[in-house]
């Protein structure tokens, strides 16, 4: 995130008071600018959701049509590639916790007054949450590699899952990041030219001259 970008934020707070905080944190930032949409319902922010592009959510779990943990649930099950940041009373502070460990960025303390903190967990809930994003991207990409994979007994090409035949190198740099060097093993360089010192002993000579 850069300066002056605009960062959209959904607000779930029925409280005008903790509402009134929170805007005025966000307003007060010289770095970066903040578009902020409010609500004061669960089903009203689930539909903002489906109505325009969010960048992060500030959930207050006690709101009129929803209370406790259920609140960030039912959001995060339908959204789970938002970062949501949990507004937490000295009450529901146990819930804010258990909310983070199933998947919540961060969590305010009601009545946080500085500005500078607010914006903080703001831009790390984003980046965290990028951040898991591209490791379970990363995670899905290797997994892609496990199971059967049809291979032709003769030239090792592999079959993918459209019907192609694929050269082994090929079709594992498609799904890895692994990428290959070509070389000849003593064995087959024996096979080859007969001579296996001679073989070494004219690509160090080639080595040496490039």
Same mark, same amino acid.
């Given at each position: 995130?850069?300066?002056?970008?605009?960062?959209?934020?959904?607000?779930?707070?029925?409280?005008?008071?903790?509402?009134?905080?929170?805007?005025?944190?966000?307003?007060?930032?010289?770095?970066?600018?903040?578009?902020? *949409?409010?609500?004061?319902?669960?089903? /009203?922010? !689930?539909?903002?959701?489906? $109505?325009?592009?969010?960048? +992060?959510?500030? &959930?207050?779990?006690?709101?009129?049509?929803?209370?406790?943990?259920?609140?960030?649930?039912?959001?995060?099950?339908?959204?789970?590639?938002?970062?949501?940041?949990?507004?937490?009373?000295?009450?529901?502070?146990?819930?804010?916790?258990?909310?983070?460990?199933?998947?919540?960025?961060?969590?305010?303390?009601?009545?946080? *007054?500085?500005?500078?903190?607010?914006? /903080?967990? !703001?831009?790390?809930?984003? $980046?965290?949450?990028?951040? +898991?994003?591209? &490791?379970?991207?990363?995670?899905?990409?290797?997994?892609?590699?496990?199971?059967?994979?049809?291979?032709?007994?003769?030239?090792?090409?592999?079959?993918?899952?459209?019907?192609?035949?694929?050269?082994?190198?090929?079709?594992?740099?498609?799904?890895?990041?692994?990428?290959?060097?070509?070389?000849?093993?003593?064995?087959?360089?024996?096979?080859?030219?007969?001579?296996?010192?001679?073989?070494?002993?004219?690509?160090?000579?080639?080595?040496?001259?490039?």
């Amino acid at each position: 995130m850069g300066e002056n970008e605009i960062i959209k934020v959904l607000i779930l707070e029925d409280n005008p008071d903790d509402f009134f905080i929170l805007k005025e944190a966000l307003e007060s930032s010289e770095n970066m600018d903040f578009e902020i *949409s409010h609500v004061h319902r669960l089903a /009203r922010a !689930i539909s903002v959701m489906h $109505e325009k592009p969010v960048d +992060v959510v500030i &959930l207050d779990l006690q709101v009129p049509d929803s209370i406790g943990l259920e609140t960030f649930l039912s959001f995060h099950g339908k959204f789970p590639h938002i970062p949501v940041v949990i507004m937490t009373g000295t009450k529901d502070y146990r819930i804010a916790i258990d909310a983070v460990q199933k998947g919540a960025q961060d969590y305010l303390n009601k009545g946080e *007054s500085s500005a500078s903190a607010i914006i /903080r967990t !703001i831009r790390y809930a984003i $980046e965290r949450q990028r951040l +898991v994003i591209e &490791l379970k991207k990363a995670y899905d990409e290797i997994n892609t590699l496990k199971g059967i994979v049809p291979i032709c007994a003769q030239c090792k090409s592999i079959r993918d899952d459209k019907g192609y035949w694929n050269k082994l190198e090929a079709y594992i740099e498609k799904h890895s990041d692994a990428s290959f060097s070509h070389s000849v093993c003593p064995e087959c360089a024996d096979k080859l030219y007969g001579d296996e010192d001679w073989y070494i002993e004219m690509k160090k000579e080639k080595n040496e001259q490039e």
